[in-house]
């Protein structure tokens, strides 16, 4: 049995802080990088116990499979610091739980839960100071595991690394985006790893998303690969569209990610006592109810950006846009997620998680 | 315009070779590298002129692209010798041309032709000692490029490195392979970078490849992710089935790796008088004529292996042996391509390429 109790994560402190050439009124998304990382190697057959070091370079063997099989996964989350400067995670348990399925599809080795949990709250007590507690900014999260194993033969890697860097960061997105149904271009196949946060899920839809941003649009609304007439993703975020007074999302599958904040929605949705339908959604109906005006939102979900709601959206050539709500289910849906996010309200479904 | 003549190209030699600590009478494949690799960096907007430099490690910062989104792709090439100590390259044109495909696809700034083409024989007339010159060895060519550059947006890099590394490497399979048609996992989605070498598409084969290991396989066969009933590429090879004596592979397509191995059977083939057909090819066409006995062979063709010729085939939890023969297409193929490889043989297609 592998030993997986952390009790003393050796820490190895920065001489001197970057802290002060920080401005923190001027975040971007996920630029700048705090004082410390976590570092875990996987060797021989086992992940060692993880250690935090000064952030740095990774050296890596040009053979190292990450450069040529694109073995490598990823986690995002959010720091958040309330009035009190307390630190809170949401539902940090689910990225741990999903990371470990993301490995397992990807030939990975699974990172021992122990590994994961102390080892990010061990990072962010000594990170605290660079974690944000102004509206809407929080510290970005990112833990990550690649193959960093030598050798040019196709199969899995002999050595992994799993690393956690924090970015404090501003929102994602600003202001509503305009996107294109994608009828050629696809982001997953059946059987495949679309459900997974693997890296290569992302670089794919790189090149669609600019041909969409030279049309005039900013995001992909992704469909199935074989009719494209099923929505499944938005851009890199789960999708949400409203009929009439009915929220609508796709049902999770090999192709679809299991969004926390996806599945965090459902809930408050169900609990604002909103009608929420979990099935598919074709693009005909998305169509014919803008055309009947019923189609009232649409709205992407996901960790980044929270909530991000969609202005309107192209299709065949036709441009459809959606109206301005004054009280919208993304705003509402938003606003009491991230109010459970802060602390400023009661937790009554029990996501938050102190560090 | 950029300046893509590259005249001088600066060589940093190592001190001292390592040549003589390599045991070339038992190379595994692309597991030792040679002495130099050639490093080309883009940023600010253009490739920059490629340099020579001993082998060495590569220093990322830990928000490198690579690691989180899979931005990366790599072409596999062979140089081989001649009993006059001539080395050789095969339609190494075809694989710059790939690259850049490739590249297009996964958002990544095309390489000029002359910076892929002079790079490598600049390299290759450098470390022409470490090309073994014994039967079936070869010195195996790893170009590839890796998204660089900086930041946790999932957006493409603005900084990318085209790397050339070099292994001496004995042959990758030994022996024919038992493999398992495909019934659950795939490989490519209609629309999704299944034509491109990109990483993802590699280690989104491992997990499916060992469950097929552990049923006691040693390859998959990937079959349409929609139906599994059309067969399209044997593990990291594409595939060819022999039906009484017609040569058949499937056609490419934007989920099928248009193969320099693949094409250079289909003509070699044909030159033999061999049908040729290409078209889809169904499972049940395979299934069918393995029972009517009128199954020859089936092998997949890539470059590392060549051909790699099956033994037998599993589906449905049903098991399929293919015949013995004793002159086979593989055999014939393999040979009539390696001759020309190894400047053996006349060159009538116009594929070697002197360096």
């Not at 598919?280 to 992407?300: N, P, Q, W």
């Not at 202005?311 to 459970?340: C, Q």
Request: glycine share 8%; charged share 25%.
């Amino acid at each position: 049995m592998m030993d997986t109790t952390v009790q003393n994560i050796v820490v190895e402190k920065v001489k001197t802080s970057k802290i002060d050439q920080i401005d923190f009124d001027n975040l971007s998304f996920g630029s700048v990088f705090t004082d410390h990382m976590l570092v875990c190697d996987y060797k021989n057959g086992a992940w060692e116990i993880p250690k935090i070091i000064p952030y740095q370079p990774i050296t890596l063997d040009p053979s190292a499979k990450i450069f040529h099989y694109g073995q490598s996964i990823f986690e995002g989350m959010k720091a958040y610091k309330d009035s009190n400067n307390d630190v809170w995670l949401f539902r940090p348990l689910d990225n741990q739980k999903r990371l470990n399925i993301s490995a397992k599809r990807m030939a990975i080795p699974e990172l021992p839960e122990e590994y994961f949990m102390e080892g990010l709250k061990t990072l962010l007590k000594l990170e605290k100071k660079w974690i944000p507690q102004s509206e809407g900014s929080s510290l970005y999260i990112r833990p990550f595991i690649f193959a960093s194993g030598k050798g040019f033969h196709a199969s899995p890697a002999d050595e992994y690394k799993f690393i956690i860097a924090c970015a404090p960061s501003g929102s994602y997105f600003s202001g509503k985006v305009k996107v294109l149904i994608e009828e050629t271009y696809s982001r997953s196949a059946n059987g495949g790893v679309g459900f997974a946060k693997a890296g290569g899920n992302y670089a794919g839809q790189f090149y669609p998303t600019q041909l969409a941003v030279k049309k005039g649009y900013q995001q992909v609304i992704w469909t199935d690969d074989n009719t494209h007439e099923y929505i499944e993703e938005a851009g890199a975020m789960n999708i949400f569209v409203r009929i009439n007074d009915t929220l609508i999302t796709g049902p999770t599958s090999d192709r679809i990610l299991d969004g926390i904040t996806r599945k965090s929605i459902i809930t408050i949705a169900e609990d604002e006592g909103i009608p929420v339908e979990i099935r598919k959604i074709t693009v005909s109906e998305v169509v014919e109810a803008s055309k009947k005006g019923i189609l009232k939102e649409m709205f992407g979900a996901g960790t980044a950006a929270v909530v991000s709601p969609i202005s309107g959206f192209g299709h065949k050539n036709m441009n459809y846009d959606l109206p301005e709500l004054e009280s919208s289910y993304a705003s509402l849906l938003k606003k009491r997620i991230t109010d459970i996010q802060y602390n400023k309200t009661e937790d009554k479904f029990g996501w938050r998680y102190k560090v």
